[in-house]
């Protein structure tokens, strides 16, 4: 029996991912290299991607949430991982049982883990966040006297150990910005301060994807590479996927679903938006922004069908959007390419993220769940790395 065409799906090629994470270190040699796993790998699937970087030689892995880092450990990834969104009652002593890393930017985040070790009767791992600058998550520099002595006291009893001090970029992606430089020197006099106080961090790190491609001053023990893992340019600004010697994983394709011709002066989707001035032939997509396709794309989202890339005409819908062929003609159950690497002169996610007014990697990783991740070039060994 053959198998049913899937609606739409995003093909996933390993290989890329791979070749990816070997380029990243090659960029960071004297640093390890943590694959950020979050958002289930920026919306290419968590445990195939991580399985993927660990055979490249990736170190650490990371996530965003807790529930993320404990996904890993129950489908028996065993790597460093770091763990750094917590809230207060999060599970910190699952954490701990699973040693997974915790990140604390404040003291409340140090009372929780403490109370948590103390009742697990195991010693935390955790790694201490400043905010140098980026003003999100981190412990700013008025409060990390405090911090780290808390964290020394905690250490002395045997509660935790600091395996980590970092912090997080506010402009890499934007070479030449001063908060840059002011950054990465507040970074060196609060590792500075908590180094002088007797903590040893194995590793200290504030290189996220676009810092480890054009800042090598910032790569300290260990860089954090989240998108560029999956071959996506972190910023226009540094260059294209290719020019920073990445290649695109994920590619996502549908079938389409309908084709008819229409009159001219037809309206084509909601609020008749887009209304034909000729007669033409329309093709049905049946993916939509339920699927993670952008609706502010509307009357622009490029899409590869029939060899020609053509627009969104109209609104693109829950379920599904139109594309005008013109005097073309393509079959039900035809390809179309929403983006690729862009071998073929497919889209590629950059062009959607212009065409949504947005970035790559709201585009990669809104792609929904409904949509089938369909995985390339696994490696038969990588079921067995841990």
Not at 89 to 99: K, N
Not at 116 to 136: E, I
Request: glycine share 10%; hydrophobic share 40%.
């Amino acid at each position: 029996m053959n198998e049913t065409p899937p609606r739409v799906r995003a093909e996933i090629d390993l290989a890329a991912v791979r070749g990816n994470v070997r380029a990243l270190r090659e960029r960071a040699p004297r640093s390890e290299l943590m694959a950020v796993v979050k958002a289930d790998a920026y919306g290419h699937g968590a445990v195939p991607c991580a399985r993927a970087a660990l055979r490249a030689g990736a170190t650490w892995l990371g996530t965003a949430t807790p529930q993320e880092a404990l996904a890993l450990r129950a489908a028996g990834i065993t790597t460093r991982t770091l763990c750094w969104l917590w809230t207060p009652g999060g599970p910190w002593r699952e954490a701990i049982e699973a040693d997974v890393d915790v990140a604390v930017s404040g003291m409340w985040a140090l009372d929780e883990v403490l109370a948590a070790a103390r009742a697990s009767g195991r010693t935390a791992r955790v790694q201490l966040k400043a905010d140098t600058g980026l003003g999100r998550n981190g412990c700013q520099p008025a409060d990390w006297p405090e911090l780290v002595q808390a964290a020394l006291a905690a250490q002395s009893e045997g509660a935790i150990k600091v395996t980590g001090l970092w912090s997080h970029f506010a402009c890499a992606d934007e070479p030449g910005h001063p908060s840059i430089a002011a950054q990465l020197a507040l970074f060196r006099d609060m590792v500075g301060y908590a180094e002088k106080e007797g903590l040893e961090p194995e590793v200290r790190h504030i290189a996220n994807s676009p810092a480890t491609l054009t800042l090598p001053d910032s790569h300290f023990d260990l860089v954090r590479t989240g998108l560029a893992v999956y071959g996506v340019s972190p910023a226009p600004e540094l260059g294209t996927s290719a020019q920073l010697g990445l290649r695109p994983a994920m590619s996502l394709k549908a079938s389409v679903a309908l084709v008819k011709g229409v009159p001219a002066g037809h309206g084509v989707s909601y609020g008749h938006h887009y209304v034909t001035g000729h007669e033409t032939n329309l093709a049905l997509i049946p993916a939509g922004y339920a699927d993670g396709i952008p609706r502010h794309a509307s009357g622009r989202g490029p899409v590869l069908v029939g060899g020609k890339v053509r627009t969104a005409a109209g609104r693109v819908a829950m379920d599904q959007f139109v594309v005008d062929l013109g005097a073309d003609t393509v079959r039900t159950g035809d390809e179309a390419v929403l983006f690729g690497p862009g071998d073929a002169g497919e889209p590629t996610a950059e062009d959607w993220a212009r065409a949504a007014g947005t970035i790559a990697y709201e585009i990669v990783t809104r792609i929904g769940p409904r949509v089938p991740r369909v995985y390339l070039n696994e490696d038969p060994g990588s079921e067995a790395t841990s």
